[in-house]
């Protein structure tokens, strides 16, 4: 197995993969129509369950072929009763994102907007629950990777239960990398795709959830077809495949991140993504970086970072200094401030990080950015 080059990528994922992973993918030609393969999509489905500690009983996984947003579509075009509304509890992007589905779809919602780098008030959300009984679906987003804010899903989902809605929660920026119990943390339905905490690649993803609820919305409002959540369920629980065309060489890499996150261990896996954050934090704080979300808020995967005012700063020529040397820094996402994020998901290490401060201070140095950097006030 020839090594294949190694970039470090602090980008919200895709994330860095191992070599095993990478090769995992290069097998013999096989139609996913063959018992074989849905032999191999049985095992993944009930260990994607197993990674939030759900009983396999009550909770079971399905899997889609599409890119991450493709799971908070399926979730809220198919779990929607008829007449009810769904409620976003919407502080970033990937909720704001929730928000455009249910518009696109149609659908009757509530966008409750709380600031960017604030956690949502409960006492608000249990207000808003109060005062709408026909709420029948209640989304946020578990880590707000536009800015790396760690929202209390726990005591959100435990309001929507009180008031008898579905909760669906977007764990695709920590599921396998920060612990969720599925059942403990109050979470109807999460989800994630392959290329962030598994560390494996694009075009799989997945949803995890309530299977009587999956039962039970069969005969709410169908509006989507190769959407719609109950019909792949349907499918992977008649046949063991997905209804259409899996994408196959994806999951072959996932069967082998999967063995590759339980050598790891769900406690060292997560020690290792605190040890990187911390020294990318540590990193950032020694070149006098501000960044957006204050310390005990953050998740613990993201560094929302606000651009120096500096004149010489130049985001662009920063970005490519790194790249050229292998390390791939990211754009913000809050439209009200400039930020670039450093991400701590992938099979990455605190040597990594040490590297990389080594390049990306030498990219502020070299064009003309005082180090340590200035803010105006
Ligand atoms: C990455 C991500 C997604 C999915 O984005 P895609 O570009 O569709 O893969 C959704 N939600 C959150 C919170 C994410 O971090």
């Excluded at 006492?123 to 929202?151: F, M, R, S, Y």
């Excluded at 990455?348 to 030498?362: G, M, Q, R, S």
Aim: net charge negative; glycine share 6%; with cysteine.
């Amino acid at each position: 197995m020839d090594p294949v080059k190694r970039n470090v990528l602090l980008n919200p994922g895709p994330s860095t993969t191992t070599d095993t992973v990478k090769y995992a993918q290069v097998v013999p030609d096989i139609c996913p129509r063959e018992k074989e393969f849905a032999g191999l999509m049985k095992g993944l489905r009930e260990d994607l369950v197993k990674i939030v500690h759900g009983d396999l009983e009550k909770y079971t996984s399905v899997l889609f072929c599409g890119s991450g947003t493709i799971n908070i579509d399926i979730c809220i075009n198919s779990l929607l009763p008829e007449g009810k509304k769904v409620l976003v509890i919407n502080n970033g992007a990937y909720s704001s994102r929730a928000v455009e589905i249910c518009q696109f779809y149609g659908l009757p919602h509530i966008d409750l907007k709380f600031p960017v780098d604030q956690r949502p008030d409960l006492a608000v959300v249990e207000q808003t629950l109060k005062d709408n009984p026909d709420i029948g679906l209640v989304h946020t987003t578990h880590n707000e990777t536009g800015t790396g804010i760690l929202n209390p899903i726990r005591e959100i989902g435990a309001l929507v239960h009180k008031y008898n809605a579905i909760f669906t929660v977007d764990t695709t920026s920590t599921y396998a990398m920060r612990p969720i119990n599925i059942e403990e943390d109050n979470i109807d339905f999460c989800m994630a795709s392959a290329q962030k905490g598994l560390m494996s690649f694009t075009g799989l993803s997945f949803v995890v959830g309530n299977r009587s609820i999956i039962e039970k919305s069969k005969d709410f409002p169908k509006r989507s077809y190769y959407c719609n959540l109950y019909l792949q369920y349907e499918c992977f629980e008649k046949t063991g495949e997905m209804h259409f065309t899996p994408p196959v060489q994806t999951i072959y890499a996932t069967i082998q991140a999967l063995k590759e996150y339980w050598a790891e261990g769900e406690e060292a896996k997560w020690a290792r993504h605190t040890r990187v954050f911390n020294a990318i934090n540590a990193g950032l704080d020694e070149l006098g970086f501000k960044q957006v979300i204050r310390p005990e808020e953050r998740a613990g995967l993201v560094s929302s970072v606000i651009y120096p005012d500096d004149p010489n700063w130049s985001f662009e020529k920063i970005h490519d200094y790194c790249y050229e040397r292998g390390f791939t820094i990211y754009p913000g996402k809050i439209s009200t401030t400039n930020t670039f994020r450093l991400c701590s998901l992938g099979a990455i290490d605190e040597a990594d990080i040490k590297d990389f401060f080594v390049v990306f201070k030498e990219a502020l140095v070299s064009t003309g950015v005082q180090v340590p950097v200035q803010y105006k006030d």
